[in-house]
């Protein structure tokens, strides 16, 4: 018989799968009935589909004291008039946050802008969006995809950073290749974000889910802090946040946690009350069958609260849950 641990693995690697597959996103956007239920159910990770749903909720969590960073979803576009209506998205979200004058970050993925077609196309929509965000003193936030991405990813950051400072990257600590790529980044000037890393990948290429990789994520969380960057820590993982805390690395100053909007906000709202700053990342648009998949089997408990919310008729609203 399997322990619960083993079963929670297996969930996640099919459901990783799954939200890849993209025969079965067809059929659930084409189905109103399972459209309807899914969408319910990604309420509790996603503010909604449009940008107006991301901002409103972005202002009650500034209002509650959070930091805020915004994404639009999108990944993996190959078509160039798409990538061109992502960036003009993107740049009407650094606009409106602008007019609002919020302190807050726009995250996206390369592969949303671009890079799926041409990487200097990613790099020419990156520094317009930079250029643009830099008017409004935002930072914008670059995501990690896939690992068969993450060299393109870095070249295109690192010209942009060069020229920008207010462009941040990703790095997922279960790659093994991460702590060179964060040495090699030692002259960018932008925040680094630490993530687990959510992507399917082979043992290969990445660390499985471990002790052994909670400990490589504390390293690569001390190496920047170290080496002088502002660092994201990006985690709902207790354990990795006590031990984080242990080691003073959240007091170091730069140090800021991030936590994914409707996932855990009992410890967000715990851990800003004992004044660590937390910053809460909110994502809006139509492309959230993917980004529930990811949320479930980063997580499988959430499956449960996610069966909870389709059969609830009532509208779900996670900021409630921040205090």
Sequence with gaps: MHDNKEWEQQAADALKSVARRMEIKAYVEQSPLLYGLLKKAALQYVTGESRIDGLEAGQRLTAKGYAISLEY???????????????????????????????ARVSFDLSHIGLMLDTGL???????????????????FISMEESAKTEQI????????????????????????TPDDLAALSASPGRIRIVKGAYQESDEVAIPRSESLNEGYLQLVGQALGDGHRVSVATHDERIIREAIQ???????????????????????????????VQIYLTYGHEWYLYLCHRIAEYPPNLYRAVA????????????AYE
Excluded: F, W
Aim: charged share 25%; hydrophobic share 40%; aromatic share 4%.
């Design 73 to 103: 979803i999108g990944e993996n576009t190959v078509n160039a008039e798409e990538c061109e209506a992502a960036v003009l998205e993107i740049t009407a979200l650094i606009d409106d946050l602008g007019k609002q004058g919020e302190s």
């Design 122 to 140: 990613a790099y020419t929509n990156l520094i317009k969006l930079a250029a643009r965000a830099l008017e409004t003193e935002l930072e914008l």
């Design 154 to 177: 870095l070249e295109v950051y690192k010209r942009a950073a060069s020229r920008y400072p207010n462009i941040g990257i990703t790095l997922q600590a279960h790659l093994h290749r």
């Design 247 to 277: 080691r003073g690395l959240l007091t170091v100053h730069g140090a800021k946690l991030e936590m994914l909007y409707g996932i855990r906000p009992e410890l967000g709202s715990k851990l800003k009350s004992a004044g660590y700053p």
């Design 309 to 320: 919310n389709m059969a609830d008729s009532q509208r779900v609203d996670p900021v409630e």
